[in-house]
């Protein structure tokens, strides 16, 4: 195959689109066809649908009672079946997209579901966890990191020659300073000197990691470390630290105003992190993968949060701040488990466990597919 790779965007949250990002940076540009979203590709009905979908998911994150309430209905949904409104969203699509011969990757559920018939479609399950709304039948190859995630669809009844095992899906820059990095943070974790956390939300900023997050950072800071929070700008987790701490005295603010942006500034600054502080979403890889021990923050919101957090538990590179009040001892969890030599622990046992090659692996396989 020689043609152009087209790829479609969800836009909403940070997870979904990542797992695209990363293919197309591993592709050569002559390889790249068109590169767009669901809202530049539709319009009225459909495109109002989409927006109370991006909508549905920032409110989930907002009070503890929406956060349940979108956990469930999350835990509900199977887009196999179908519906009047999935109709909706999808009819522009498919007239876009279903009869054009050229490869189409995708990386939501529902995309792979709204776009059943079209020819060379590739559905990117990036996630380590595939809970029941992940599971999508059809024509289409799933591509999936790791085997245990591969294991997980064909026990749901897709057919195991559809799927393609990637690796794990970790920034290609990250991967890059892997090695060097993970030598230099062993030092550092051996030693006596001040660590560096990096603290990261989710997309949605939900009020509750938020409020961990600040108090890790402040814990962590007051205990004589470093705290460097990548925020929003003008989002709730840099509103709630500009108004209590601001920079300074350990406390180092990243500001981004979206997602290209973080990911520069993440590159620029992953040589100095010795461990993260961050929901289990899509940065799980990152723990499994960097050697880089991860601190959870809860509640786990949405579905695949709770299963990556049994995953990272299960490969002992991680720990649970469960609340804001877990969050204030931060500084005396990370002295204690440096002391027993439990930290660097975490930090070897993520590390030579998978192939952390999965975006270039994949860029591989649609070229010679």
């Not at 459909?46 to 469930?72: D, Q």
């Not at 709304?133 to 085997?147: F, L, M, Q």
């Not at 997309?203 to 814990?219: I, K, N, W």
């Not at 929901?279 to 923050?297: D, I, N, Q």
Request: charged content about 20%; some cysteine.
């Amino acid at each position: 195959m020689t043609g152009q790779i087209n790829f479609l965007y969800t836009d909403i949250g940070r997870g979904h689109p990542h797992y695209l990002d990363g293919i197309v940076e591993c592709l050569p540009p002559e390889r790249i066809g068109t590169v767009t979203d669901v809202f530049a590709e539709t319009a009225g009905l459909a495109r109002a649908a989409w927006s109370l979908a991006r909508s549905v998911y920032h409110a989930g994150g907002r009070k503890p009672a929406l956060s349940a309430l979108y956990n469930r209905l999350r835990a509900r949904v199977d887009y196999d079946r179908g519906g009047l409104l999935q109709g909706h969203m999808g009819r522009a699509l498919r007239r876009r997209y279903v009869d054009d011969p050229a490869t189409l990757v995708v990386a939501h559920p529902l995309l792979a579901a709204l776009l059943k018939g079209k020819r060379d479609l590739f559905y990117q399950h990036g996630e380590l966890a595939a809970p029941r709304e992940s599971w999508v039948k059809g024509r289409h190859r799933t591509i999936v990191p790791t085997a245990a995630t591969a294991d997980v669809f064909i026990a749901a009844g897709i057919a195991g020659e559809s799927l393609f095992v990637s690796g794990l899906c970790i920034e290609p820059a990250l991967v890059r300073q892997a090695e060097v990095a993970f030598n230099t943070r062993l030092d550092r974790l051996a030693g006596s000197g001040p660590l560096c956390g990096a603290f990261f939300s989710s997309g949605a900023e939900p009020r509750q990691h938020v409020e961990s997050l600040a108090a890790a950072a402040a814990s962590v800071v007051a205990g004589g470390g470093r705290a460097m929070v990548f925020a929003r700008r003008g989002g709730r987790l840099m509103t709630r630290l500009t108004r209590t701490r601001g920079e300074g005295s350990g406390l180092t603010l990243r500001l981004y105003d979206e997602r290209r942006e973080l990911n520069d500034l993440t590159r620029g600054s992953f040589a100095d992190f010795d461990y993260f502080v961050a929901p289990a979403h899509e940065r799980t890889h990152w723990a499994l993968g960097l050697g880089l021990p991860m601190f959870v923050v809860g509640p786990s919101i949405g579905s695949f949060a709770p299963l990556n957090r049994e995953l990272l538990l299960t490969y002992d590179v991680a720990r649970i701040i469960g609340d804001r009040r877990a969050a204030l001892g931060l500084a005396a969890m990370l002295e204690a488990s440096r002391r027993s030599g439990e930290l660097r622990a975490m930090a070897e046992a993520g590390w030579g466990r998978f192939d952390t090659r999965g975006f270039l692996n994949i860029a591989e396989m649609l070229q010679s597919s």
